[in-house]
Structure formats: structure tokens, C-alpha cells
């Protein structure tokens, strides 16, 4: 199958030019000319010139002709090297003793039990391995590095398909972004290789991660935004770019090389339809202190409309479309010897890598979001006559199989985020059945990480999540192997384990479609990549492949709504539930989580609710039916070995305020920093306090779908900017209005400010000044206004203040600001520090100060400067942030940055307790994301059985891919939600 697509391009090109130029050509052979008089040329060139009056370039045309044959792809006889050009002399030949190995072979369900064997860069041999047929004697032993990994899974190395690691790299500095051009829409000329910075944190971090190569490509502010180059992550002993490049195409450095058999590798090219083109004309004020989300999600403020964007496309290709009709003429009559009036070889140096694109040796990669883009784009395909080789993001693909199966040549692959979506409108419909339904269709998916929109440490977290919502599991393991690597065209040597391709491989502490599953070791052109990696100990059944829910249902409704199914949650209809199969109930008491019932082995329990209100759990015998539903109708829910948990929490992003992040329209602003700029008179002036809850929107789509996932409440504070938020607010996710009743929790909670350099002035120093001059506000100073009041409050301890802050010197600054105050009030401040990834350098002092920890995200990522110093955790530390932080009796809490990803905090605190390797217990865990972050965040009219919101899961627990939410009890609204 693999084949078959990679020669697809090339196939495809029988109606160009090209063709009719290569029949000339057989033609002319037949008849005896020129060809055969430029080959004797090359023997008596002075001799032959004179003779035949050839013009002086004779020779360099004809080879320039001759080389518009070669097609891209790899030689033949690519699988006879014993060696990789990659190889590294003297890496010791490893063998993996007794592994579960996955292949990536028979459309990815091949599962081989034994050994692998790799040297000189190249899996030698994957099964049962005689090391006698590969000469190894007594000596040869001495070198072998044998490793027993006791029935750990292997796989190929992680491929990403679409990243920006090194041309937008981290931390993000202004002397370091060079993904995104603004010099003009089209741009086929540039090369991401050039921006490709080697000191990248994120390179080690992504190999932790089992990720060997990606696509490095450039950003989406262009129509056409240049070449992109392939590289393996690890480090050379060079330590340039171009030693990092994996089958780099001919010319990068103007020596034309071609391998052997006239290979010549596949050449990638960056497109992108759609919103994205509208960054050019922003000029120099575009170019700093923006993050690179920032940039994504500017919208289309400036320049082009899809019909502006459009044009530029067939403008650029009909530009390109003429040079290879020019050369194809040339070439017809200079193989004719027709050098009459020829002139040179028609080039354009611009041009040249779009001519490629229509010679069908490029690889095509394609941001392009709405069912118009792709529409536009397949047109554009067949009016040019050249194949795309991915969509990426493709929000609505799933919607328009049939647009992309009519693209030219093949239908392109269809690379994705698996619940990263409506950040902007074009990715509003976006769903996460997106990857089962495209399959079903017949299109490839794979998973990409964009990175550093997404860490592409966690790439195989996508696949995890598509498998959890539906796409078959060899699909999910190849949309992050085999099938990016044929995305990318070097499938012929990545992508499988196999004998013969790259010794790139990773080895798992757990099944890799099972929640946090992290590398053992990772091999790249068969050198081990972690020093001493430290491996967490999991329980037994993470090694098998998780047993994922139906959601059949689901999928169907995404399509027959467009992406917009209603999510609106269904009150049950009587006033009785009776939940069975339960095996874990874990309750809220004030302050605290407890599991108060845990089924036994082949027993289950039932739960009881009478108007959202528990009235009775435990053993089916001890929590009779007949004891209270006296004969009224009760809806009975099996729930399959589930369990009734907490509702979680979910702070750190705008939901709530805010439904669409690129879209100002769709969500409350931003407030007004008295810190910077000017507050208008009527608001209150400097004195102006702003409340989250005067602004809250509810129904929005990514608070249904959290609502969905368990997550019932948010705490939200005002969307800001700069020095200053506001107060925030607690709400319940699933409600549809502001007066519905229960719909708001707790109208304010605390107050929120941000300390740190965000890219904005003023200085921290200034801001760490403001802050100790509102603090320490005097209670009998009459001359404080409205805003000072809160301040005032929270320096009496009477409010928490939550401050959000990143470096370690920031936090040190917070706490000896926090005894200062204390001294000299005499109280106690509530303080709660927010982001916090520096955290773990103080974790002593931070108790002793008694400060409280909402870590986000939280799973950390040197994105900015004050991030910088992560702890990692496993395989390249031992400790994670939470578990360092939580044993030191801290109380943490996660959050999170971006509202789309509230519905994935259910695993986000599994991942974490999973990581702890048992240090963290499932109780703690739904801790980390309900009572602790309430407590942090002034949360507290809901810390009591008679008012929390509990969570109904069928198959499993809340904190696993086995389950599936599936409804919602609410003593406080009275009613059970079923979903
Ligand atoms: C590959 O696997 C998928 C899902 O398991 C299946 O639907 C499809 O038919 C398979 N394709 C081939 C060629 O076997
Ligand atoms: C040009 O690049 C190719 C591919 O990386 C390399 O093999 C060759 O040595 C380079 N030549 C020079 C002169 O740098
Ligand atoms: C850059 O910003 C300045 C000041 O805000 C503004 O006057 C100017 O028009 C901007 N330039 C462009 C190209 O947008």
C-alpha cells in the first residue's frame, strides 16, 4: 500500500509537458542526433564544439535536460546499503532482547514477539535473530549492546509531519523567530532549513517524547511560504542545520548532488489557504514580541481575502507553468540539435522550486482549514495538474471527503489535531471524531503537532486521543509512523521496523496508546538518545491496548449537524436514577476527596440518586431500590464497572468569556491595565474593578464539551493583557443562561494579576511596586476607591490574591513581598501563584511561605524565557513539578491555557498521577483539578457532599481512556444530566 501511493505522483503525471517532452525524446533517440553526439561531447569536447558549431553551454543544457527526467524517490536499489549515510563510525551494533515489537506492516496490525537487531544505523534483522548470520563471534559480542526489555513494545520512531522546531523555537526570544516571512503572499524561494536554530530546547525534549524526525516547515502567514526541510532530532557531532537534514534535496548548497540510480530525494513545500494569508502588511510592527500563537491566531485583520489568496496561487502557477513549457520546448529542440536562436537553459532561480512542484517532485504540504479552502485548493490542483501531499488542520476535511478524493493525482493525507480546535473560525467546526470518519472514507490520517502550538514531546498523545475516539488502533499507531513518513516521501526508510530502514525506534513503558506512555529509550540511526532514563513503574494492564468506549453515536451527529451537533445537555426525565455496575464512588467532603465505596472483584455496586441527590450506595443488597422509589419510575444506568467521581474544575484559559480566541467579537475584550495606559473616568479611572461575572457567556461549545468530559464548574478571571485582571468567578459549564438557576456558583472568587514580561512593559520591578503599594493599603484609609478594596481585602488575607507568574525569581520576590506585607499588616495573605513552571527550584520556601501552586500547563514547556528551567519529568527526571511540589504538603492544582483543552483535564490529571509512579493516588489526582484548585482559587461554597456536582462514567474510571462520560448529578440544581 505504501508503495502504491509513492508512486502515485509520479504516475499522475502522464497529461504534462513533461510527458510530451519525453516522447520527443524516445523519438529522437530512434533517429541517432544529438544525444549521441553530446555523449561522444563529453569525450573530445574542443574537438566536437568546433565541429558541430554547439553553443558553449551545449553541454550543461543537455544535462539540465536530462535531469528534468529523474523523478523523485528513492533508488531502486535503496535496501542493498549495509551502511545508513547517517551512520555514525563507532555506535555499537544493540540488540532488544524479548520485545513486543510493532512493524507498521500489514496496515499496521503486524505485532512481532522477539528481537531486534540494529547496526550501522540500519535495522538489521526484527523476529527470531541468529547473531552467528550477521558474523558476530565471541568479539563481536564484546561490542553488542544487548538489552533485555522484558516484553516492552517497540516501535518505529515518532514521525511529525508538520513542525516548527528550530525556526520558531524555544524559548521563544524576538532574536529567534523565523518561521513566518512577511515580505509577500508567494514565496516558494524560501527555506525553512535557513532559519533552522540548533539550540532549540526542545529538540531533547521532543526526542524524550519518542519523537526521531520531523517535517520542519515554515509558517502559515503566506499563500506559498517555501521549502521545507525533513530532520532527524538528534545531535550531530557537526552541531550544524544541514547535518541535521534527513535525505536533503539536491542544490541546498549548489553542488547538484544526486545519489546513485538517479535518485533524487523528494524535495517539501509549504501552501496555506484560507485566514492565514493576512499577516503580510502588518510590515515591521508585526515582527516583535508576539508568541507564535499570538501570530496564529491574529486573524484576518490586514491584507488578503481567500479570492486575493486564490488569485496569488494561480498567478504563481501559471508563472511556473510557462518556465516548464519554456524548458520542455528548449529541451525538445536542443535533443533535436536544433541550437539555432536557443539561447540558454530557461531558469528562474525564484521559480525554479514551483516548477519542481509541477514536475511532481515536491512534496506539497497544505494548511488549509474550510470546506471553501480545500474546494479552492483541489481546483487549483486540477487546473495545475499537481498532487498535494497532506492537508494540515483540515478542520472541515471530515466534512468533504469527496472534495479531497477529487484532488489531482491522489487524495491528499489529512494531518490533524485530535481535540485541538475552534481557537478560529476556520476551526470552529473541528471535531474529534475527524480522524475515524476521514478513515472511514478512505483518506490517511495522521497526527501532527504544529509544535510549538503543540509540544510535539506529547505527538503521540493525538494518537492516543483519536484511538479514544474511534479510529482503529492500527490506524492511530500508523498516523504518528508509517503514514507520515509516506506524507513525507521517505517511507522507504522511516516510519517501519523493519530490516533494512533507519534504526530509528522507541521503546515503551507502556502500550503507546495507553495514557502516558513514555519512552524507555529512544534510538536514532541506532544511537541511544536518553542518558540514564528514569522508568516509572505502571500497573499491569497500561501494557495492553485500552479498551476505548463506543462513540458511534457521536460521529454520526458531527457530520448530520456540520460540526455543530447540539451539546445542550437532557435533564433525566424522572426524578429517580439508579446507576448499577458501579465499582468506585469518590465523594467531596469539605476540603477533602475520599473513595468511600470500592467494589470487590466480581461485584459491582449501585448509586442511588434522587433529584441529583445521592440518597443511597454501596452493594446492591445493602442499597435496595425498593427502599425509596415506592413504585415511581426509575431510569436505571449500567454502568459497566464505571464509577460516580467529583465534577472537576477547570482555570487558566478564557472559558466562559470567550468562544471563539481569534475572533474579538465572540468573547468580552480585554480590560484595561491602569498600569499601562489609561482607564476612562466613568469606569472608576485607575480605582476600576473589574468583575469576570458582569461578562460571563455560557453555552459556548468548548464549555458543553467539557461539561461532557466531567469538568462541571470553571473559575474564570477577566481576560487581560498586562499588569491587571479583575475579579473572577465561578460557573457552572453545563448551563445554558445566566439565570438559569445554579448557572453562576460564586459571583466572585479572588483577585487576579499577572507579574512578568508577557512581552509588554512596564518592568517586573514596576509591577512588583504596584502590587506592595495596593496590598498595603491601610483599612481606615478613606481615600481608596473601588479597586484598592479588593487588594485592600486580600491583604487582610480576607480574599485570595492569585498572581501569575512564571520564573523562580519572580516566585522568590513573591514570597519575601508576602512576609513583608504579613509584617507588616499582622495577617495572613492568601496567596496563589499560577503557571508556576519554575516552581520546583523553591518548592522549601514556597511551603514555608505557605503559597499555593495552580500549575499550567500541566505538563511544563519552556515556551518563554521565564519558563526556561522545566523540570521534565520522566524519562528525564524522576520527579515531576506536581509530585515534587505536592510532597512538600503544597497544595497544587493544575490549569490549564486554551479553552478548547478544559475537556482533556480528565486526563491530564491521570497523566499526572501515572507519571508520579504511584506517588500520587487517584484521590489526589481528582484533587489536583477540584478541591485543591478551588481552595486555591477562593472557591468555597461547593466543598460539601450536598452541593457538588458528581460525574457518572461508564467502563471505567474518570481518569482513563476506558470510560466515557455519561451524565451528570447536580444536587444543587436538583436534577441528573444524562449525556
Ligand atoms: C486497514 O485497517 C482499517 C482499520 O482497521 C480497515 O478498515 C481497512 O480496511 C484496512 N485496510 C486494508 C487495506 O487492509
Ligand atoms: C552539499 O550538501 C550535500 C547534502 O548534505 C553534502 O553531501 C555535500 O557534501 C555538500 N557539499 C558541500 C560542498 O558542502
Ligand atoms: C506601526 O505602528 C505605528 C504606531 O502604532 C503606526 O503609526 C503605523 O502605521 C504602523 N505601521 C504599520 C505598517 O502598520
Same mark, same amino acid.
Given at each position: 500500500?505504501?508503495?502504491?501511493?509513492?508512486?502515485?505522483?509520479?504516475?499522475?503525471?502522464?497529461?504534462?509537458?513533461?510527458?510530451?517532452?519525453?516522447?520527443?525524446?524516445?523519438?529522437?533517440?530512434?533517429?541517432?542526433?544529438?544525444?549521441?553526439?553530446?555523449?561522444?561531447?563529453?569525450?573530445?569536447?574542443?574537438?566536437?564544439?568546433?565541429?558541430?558549431?554547439?553553443?558553449?553551454?551545449?553541454?550543461?543544457?543537455?544535462?539540465?535536460?536530462?535531469?528534468?527526467?529523474?523523478?523523485?524517490?528513492?533508488?531502486?536499489?535503496?535496501?542493498?546499503?549495509?551502511?545508513?549515510?547517517?551512520?555514525?563510525?563507532?555506535?555499537?551494533?544493540?540488540?532488544?532482547?524479548?520485545?513486543?515489537?510493532?512493524?507498521?506492516?500489514?496496515?499496521?496490525?503486524?505485532?512481532?514477539?522477539?528481537?531486534?537487531?540494529?547496526?550501522?544505523?540500519?535495522?538489521?534483522?526484527?523476529?527470531?535473530?541468529?547473531?552467528?548470520?550477521? *558474523?558476530?563471534?565471541?568479539?563481536?559480542?564484546?561490542?553488542?549492546?544487548?538489552?533485555?526489555?522484558?516484553?516492552?513494545?517497540?516501535?518505529?520512531?515518532?514521525?511529525?509531519?508538520?513542525?516548527?522546531? *528550530?525556526?520558531?523555537?524555544?524559548?521563544?526570544?524576538?532574536?529567534?523567530?523565523?518561521?513566518?516571512?512577511?515580505?509577500?503572499?508567494?514565496?516558494?524561494?524560501?527555506?525553512?532549513?535557513?532559519?533552522?536554530?540548533?539550540?532549540?530546547?526542545? =529538540?531533547?525534549?521532543?526526542?524524550?517524547?519518542?519523537?526521531?524526525?520531523?517535517?520542519?516547515?515554515?509558517?502559515?502567514?503566506?499563500?506559498?511560504?517555501?521549502?521545507?526541510?525533513?530532520?532527524?532530532?538528534?545531535?550531530?557531532?557537526?552541531?550544524?542545520?544541514? &547535518?541535521?537534514?534527513?535525505?536533503?534535496?539536491?542544490?541546498?548548497?549548489?553542488?547538484?548532488?544526486?545519489?546513485?540510480?538517479?535518485?533524487?530525494?523528494?524535495?517539501?513545500?509549504?501552501?496555506?489557504?484560507?485566514?492565514?494569508?493576512?499577516?503580510?502588511?502588518?510590515?515591521?510592527?508585526?515582527?516583535?514580541?508576539?508568541?507564535?500563537?499570538?501570530?496564529?491566531?491574529?486573524?484576518?485583520?490586514?491584507?488578503?481575502?481567500?479570492?486575493?489568496?486564490?488569485?496569488?496561487?494561480?498567478?504563481?502557477?501559471?508563472?511556473?507553468?510557462?518556465?516548464?513549457?519554456?524548458?520542455?520546448?528548449?529541451?525538445?529542440?536542443?535533443?533535436?540539435?536544433?541550437?539555432?536562436?536557443?539561447?540558454?537553459?530557461?531558469?528562474?532561480?525564484?521559480?525554479?522550486?514551483?516548477?519542481?512542484?509541477?514536475?511532481?517532485?515536491?512534496?506539497?504540504?497544505?494548511?488549509?482549514?474550510?470546506?471553501?479552502?480545500? /474546494?479552492?485548493?483541489?481546483?487549483?490542483?486540477?487546473?495545475?495538474?499537481?498532487?498535494?501531499?497532506?492537508?494540515?488542520?483540515?478542520?472541515?476535511? =471530515?466534512?468533504?471527503?469527496?472534495?479531497?478524493?477529487?484532488? =489531482?493525482?491522489?487524495?491528499?493525507?489529512?494531518?490533524?489535531?485530535?481535540?485541538?480546535?475552534?481557537?478560529?473560525?476556520?476551526?470552529?467546526?473541528?471535531?474529534?471524531?475527524?480522524?475515524?470518519?476521514?478513515?472511514?472514507?478512505?483518506?490517511?490520517?495522521?497526527?501532527?503537532?504544529?509544535?510549538?502550538?503543540?509540544?510535539?514531546?506529547?505527538?503521540?498523545?493525538?494518537?492516543?486521543?483519536?484511538?479514544?475516539?474511534?479510529?482503529?488502533?492500527?490506524?492511530?499507531?500508523?498516523?504518528?509512523?508509517?503514514?507520515?513518513?509516506?506524507?513525507?516521501?521517505?517511507?522507504?526508510?522511516?516510519?517501519?521496523?523493519?530490516?533494512?530502514?533507519? #534504526?530509528?525506534?522507541?521503546?515503551?513503558?507502556?502500550?503507546?496508546?495507553?495514557?502516558?506512555?513514555?519512552?524507555?529509550?529512544?534510538?536514532?540511526?541506532?544511537?541511544?538518545?536518553?542518558?540514564? $532514563?528514569?522508568? !516509572?513503574?505502571?500497573?499491569?494492564?497500561?501494557?495492553?491496548?485500552?479498551?476505548?468506549?463506543?462513540?458511534?453515536?457521536?460521529?454520526?451527529?458531527?457530520?448530520?449537524?456540520?460540526?455543530?451537533?447540539?451539546?445542550?445537555?437532557?435533564?433525566?426525565?424522572?426524578?429517580?436514577?439508579?446507576?448499577?455496575?458501579?465499582?468506585? !464512588?469518590?465523594?467531596?467532603?469539605?476540603?477533602?476527596?475520599?473513595?468511600?465505596?470500592?467494589?470487590? @472483584?466480581?461485584? #459491582?455496586?449501585?448509586?442511588?440518586?434522587?433529584?441529583?441527590?445521592?440518597?443511597?450506595?454501596?452493594?446492591?443488597?445493602?442499597?435496595?431500590?425498593?427502599?425509596?422509589?415506592?413504585?415511581?419510575?426509575?431510569?436505571?444506568?449500567?454502568?459497566?464497572?464505571?464509577?460516580?467521581?467529583?465534577?472537576?474544575?477547570?482555570?487558566?484559559?478564557?472559558?466562559?468569556?470567550?468562544?471563539?480566541?481569534?475572533?474579538?467579537?465572540?468573547?468580552?475584550?480585554?480590560?484595561?491595565?491602569?498600569?499601562?495606559?489609561?482607564?476612562?473616568?466613568?469606569?472608576?479611572?485607575?480605582?476600576?474593578?473589574?468583575?469576570?461575572?458582569?461578562?460571563?457567556?455560557?453555552?459556548?461549545?468548548?464549555?458543553?464539551?467539557?461539561?461532557?468530559? *466531567?469538568?462541571?464548574?470553571?473559575?474564570?478571571? $477577566?481576560?487581560?493583557?498586562?499588569?491587571?485582571?479583575?475579579?473572577?468567578?465561578?460557573?457552572?459549564?453545563?448551563?445554558?443562561?445566566?439565570? @438559569?438557576?445554579?448557572?453562576?456558583?460564586?459571583? !466572585?472568587?479572588?483577585?487576579?494579576?499577572?507579574?512578568?514580561?508577557?512581552?509588554?512593559?512596564?518592568?517586573?520591578?514596576?509591577?512588583?511596586?504596584?502590587?506592595?503599594?495596593?496590598?498595603?493599603?491601610?483599612? /481606615?484609609?478613606?481615600?481608596?476607591?473601588?479597586?484598592?478594596?479588593?487588594?485592600?481585602?486580600?491583604?487582610?488575607?480576607?480574599?485570595?490574591?492569585?498572581?501569575?507568574?512564571? &520564573?523562580?525569581?519572580?516566585?522568590?520576590?513573591?514570597?519575601?513581598?508576602?512576609?513583608?506585607?504579613?509584617?507588616?499588616?499582622?495577617?495572613?495573605?492568601?496567596?496563589?501563584?499560577?503557571?508556576?513552571?519554575?516552581?520546583?527550584?523553591?518548592?522549601?520556601?514556597?511551603?514555608?511561605? /505557605?503559597?499555593?501552586?495552580?500549575?499550567?500547563?500541566?505538563?511544563?514547556?519552556?515556551?518563554?524565557?521565564?519558563?526556561?528551567?522545566?523540570?521534565?519529568?520522566?524519562?528525564?527526571?524522576?520527579?515531576?513539578?506536581?509530585?515534587?511540589?505536592?510532597?512538600?504538603?503544597?497544595?497544587?492544582?493544575?490549569?490549564?491555557?486554551?479553552?478548547?483543552?478544559?475537556?482533556?483535564?480528565?486526563?491530564?490529571?491521570?497523566?499526572?498521577?501515572? @507519571?508520579?509512579?504511584?506517588?500520587?493516588?487517584?484521590?489526589?489526582?481528582?484533587?489536583?483539578?477540584?478541591?485543591?484548585?478551588?481552595?486555591?482559587?477562593?472557591?468555597?461554597?461547593?466543598?460539601?457532599?450536598?452541593?457538588?456536582?458528581?460525574?457518572?462514567?461508564?467502563?471505567? /474510571?474518570?481518569?482513563?481512556?476506558?470510560?466515557?462520560?455519561?451524565?451528570?448529578?447536580?444536587?444543587?440544581?436538583?436534577?441528573?444530566?444524562?449525556?
Amino acid at each position: 500500500m505504501a508503495k502504491r501511493a509513492h508512486n502515485l505522483p509520479m504516475n499522475a503525471h502522464s497529461a504534462t509537458p513533461l510527458r510530451k517532452f519525453k516522447g520527443k525524446l524516445i523519438i529522437t533517440l530512434a533517429v541517432l542526433t544529438s544525444l549521441q553526439l553530446y555523449l561522444i561531447s563529453i569525450s573530445f569536447p574542443t574537438l566536437f564544439r568546433r565541429a558541430s558549431r554547439l553553443p558553449l553551454h551545449a553541454e550543461h543544457s543537455l544535462a539540465r535536460c536530462a535531469s528534468l527526467n529523474v523523478a523523485a524517490g528513492p533508488p531502486a536499489n535503496f535496501h542493498d546499503r549495509s551502511e545508513s549515510d547517517r551512520f555514525v563510525a563507532g555506535t555499537k551494533p544493540t540488540l532488544l532482547h524479548n520485545a513486543r515489537i510493532w512493524t507498521g506492516e500489514n496496515n499496521g496490525t503486524e505485532i512481532l514477539h522477539g528481537d531486534v537487531f540494529i547496526d550501522k544505523g540500519i535495522i538489521q534483522g526484527v523476529g527470531n535473530i541468529d547473531l552467528r548470520a550477521f *558474523g558476530l563471534d565471541a568479539d563481536g559480542f564484546a561490542e553488542l549492546n544487548v538489552v533485555d526489555v522484558h516484553g516492552a513494545w517497540v516501535t518505529p520512531g515518532i514521525v511529525d509531519p508538520h513542525s516548527h522546531l *528550530g525556526d520558531g523555537s524555544s524559548p521563544s526570544l524576538d532574536g529567534a523567530v523565523d518561521d513566518n516571512s512577511l515580505k509577500g503572499t508567494i514565496q516558494p524561494w524560501l527555506r525553512s532549513l535557513d532559519g533552522l536554530n540548533t539550540h532549540d530546547d526542545s =529538540y531533547a525534549l521532543s526526542i524524550a517524547g519518542g519523537v526521531t524526525t520531523a517535517l520542519v516547515l515554515p509558517g502559515s502567514a503566506n499563500a506559498i511560504g517555501g521549502q521545507a526541510f525533513t530532520i532527524k532530532l538528534r545531535k550531530s557531532a557537526e552541531r550544524s542545520p544541514t &547535518s541535521m537534514l534527513l535525505e536533503p534535496p539536491r542544490d541546498i548548497n549548489g553542488t547538484n548532488h544526486e545519489t546513485a540510480g538517479g535518485h533524487l530525494p523528494w524535495r517539501q513545500m509549504k501552501h496555506a489557504c484560507g485566514e492565514q494569508d493576512n499577516f503580510v502588511g502588518l510590515g515591521s510592527n508585526f515582527t516583535v514580541s508576539w508568541t507564535l500563537q499570538e501570530r496564529i491566531l491574529v486573524g484576518r485583520v490586514y491584507g488578503d481575502t481567500r479570492m486575493d489568496t486564490f488569485w496569488a496561487f494561480r498567478q504563481a502557477y501559471d508563472k511556473a507553468r510557462q518556465i516548464l513549457e519554456k524548458q520542455d520546448a528548449y529541451c525538445s529542440a536542443a535533443v533535436a540539435g536544433q541550437w539555432t536562436g536557443l539561447g540558454e537553459f530557461p531558469e528562474d532561480l525564484q521559480w525554479e522550486a514551483l516548477v519542481d512542484v509541477l514536475r511532481g517532485r515536491v512534496r506539497v504540504q497544505t494548511h488549509c482549514y474550510e470546506a471553501v479552502d480545500l /474546494d479552492d485548493l483541489i481546483r487549483l490542483t486540477n487546473e495545475f495538474k499537481f498532487p498535494i501531499a497532506a492537508v494540515h488542520h483540515a478542520h472541515e476535511a =471530515y466534512l468533504v471527503p469527496d472534495v479531497l478524493k477529487r484532488a =489531482y493525482g491522489h487524495p491528499p493525507a489529512v494531518a490533524i489535531f485530535a481535540t485541538n480546535a475552534r481557537y478560529k473560525r476556520e476551526a470552529y467546526r473541528g471535531s474529534e471524531f475527524a480522524a475515524r470518519i476521514l478513515s472511514e472514507n478512505g483518506l490517511n490520517v495522521v497526527v501532527k503537532s504544529d509544535h510549538p502550538v503543540l509540544n510535539s514531546r506529547y505527538l503521540l498523545y493525538e494518537a492516543q486521543q483519536v484511538h479514544y475516539y474511534g479510529l482503529p488502533a492500527n490506524l492511530a499507531l500508523a498516523a504518528t509512523t508509517t503514514l507520515p513518513a509516506q506524507v513525507l516521501g521517505l517511507e522507504h526508510r522511516i516510519g517501519y521496523l523493519k530490516q533494512g530502514w533507519d #534504526a530509528d525506534l522507541v521503546v515503551w513503558d507502556s502500550h503507546p496508546l495507553a495514557l502516558g506512555a513514555t519512552p524507555v529509550q529512544v534510538f536514532i540511526d541506532g544511537i541511544p538518545q536518553l542518558d540514564a $532514563p528514569h522508568v !516509572v513503574s505502571k500497573p499491569d494492564k497500561f501494557q495492553d491496548l485500552p479498551k476505548v468506549p463506543n462513540f458511534d453515536r457521536e460521529a454520526e451527529e458531527a457530520v448530520t449537524f456540520e460540526g455543530l451537533p447540539p451539546l445542550l445537555p437532557k435533564r433525566a426525565s424522572t426524578d429517580f436514577v439508579l446507576f448499577t455496575g458501579v465499582r468506585s !464512588v469518590i465523594l467531596p467532603g469539605r476540603d477533602y476527596l475520599a473513595e468511600l465505596f470500592s467494589a470487590q @472483584e466480581d461485584e #459491582a455496586g449501585v448509586v442511588a440518586v434522587q433529584n441529583g441527590d445521592i440518597i443511597c450506595y454501596g452493594t446492591a443488597a445493602a442499597c435496595s431500590l425498593d427502599n425509596f422509589a415506592d413504585g415511581e419510575r426509575v431510569r436505571v444506568v449500567d454502568l459497566q464497572g464505571g464509577a460516580i467521581s467529583p465534577g472537576l474544575l477547570t482555570y487558566g484559559s478564557p472559558l466562559g468569556l470567550q468562544e471563539i480566541e481569534a475572533e474579538s467579537s465572540t468573547g468580552d475584550g480585554r480590560v484595561f491595565d491602569p498600569l499601562t495606559g489609561w482607564v476612562p473616568k466613568l469606569v472608576g479611572g485607575d480605582d476600576s474593578i473589574v468583575r469576570a461575572v458582569d461578562a460571563l457567556q455560557f453555552a459556548g461549545r468548548d464549555a458543553l464539551l467539557a461539561y461532557r468530559a *466531567g469538568v462541571t464548574k470553571a473559575i474564570v478571571a $477577566p481576560v487581560h493583557s498586562g499588569f491587571y485582571s479583575g475579579l473572577g468567578t465561578a460557573f457552572s459549564t453545563g448551563a445554558a443562561h445566566k439565570l @438559569e438557576d445554579g448557572a453562576v456558583v460564586q459571583e !466572585v472568587t479572588a483577585l487576579h494579576v499577572s507579574v512578568g514580561h508577557f512581552g509588554r512593559e512596564p518592568s517586573v520591578s514596576t509591577q512588583i511596586a504596584a502590587l506592595r503599594g495596593l496590598l498595603l493599603k491601610l483599612p /481606615d484609609d478613606d481615600s481608596i476607591g473601588a479597586a484598592s478594596k479588593p487588594f485592600r481585602d486580600a491583604g487582610r488575607g480576607l480574599i485570595p490574591i492569585v498572581v501569575e507568574a512564571y &520564573s523562580a525569581d519572580v516566585i522568590a520576590t513573591l514570597i519575601l513581598l508576602k512576609k513583608e506585607v504579613e509584617g507588616k499588616t499582622g495577617t495572613t495573605i492568601k496567596m496563589t501563584i499560577v503557571g508556576a513552571t519554575e516552581a520546583h527550584l523553591l518548592a522549601e520556601e514556597i511551603a514555608e511561605a /505557605d503559597i499555593g501552586i495552580i500549575f499550567k500547563p500541566s505538563r511544563p514547556f519552556p515556551a518563554v524565557w521565564e519558563q526556561r528551567r522545566v523540570l521534565p519529568g520522566p524519562p528525564l527526571s524522576k520527579d515531576t513539578e506536581i509530585a515534587l511540589l505536592l510532597s512538600h504538603n503544597i497544595t497544587v492544582g493544575i490549569g490549564i491555557e486554551e479553552a478548547w483543552s478544559a475537556r482533556n483535564t480528565r486526563f491530564d490529571v491521570g497523566w499526572a498521577a501515572l @507519571e508520579a509512579g504511584g506517588r500520587i493516588s487517584k484521590v489526589q489526582a481528582l484533587a489536583l483539578a477540584s478541591t485543591n484548585l478551588e481552595v486555591l482559587l477562593g472557591g468555597g461554597v461547593e466543598n460539601s457532599l450536598r452541593t457538588s456536582d458528581l460525574v457518572a462514567t461508564q467502563g471505567g /474510571d474518570l481518569l482513563s481512556f476506558d470510560s466515557k462520560v455519561v451524565g451528570v448529578l447536580s444536587p444543587r440544581r436538583g436534577s441528573v444530566d444524562l449525556f
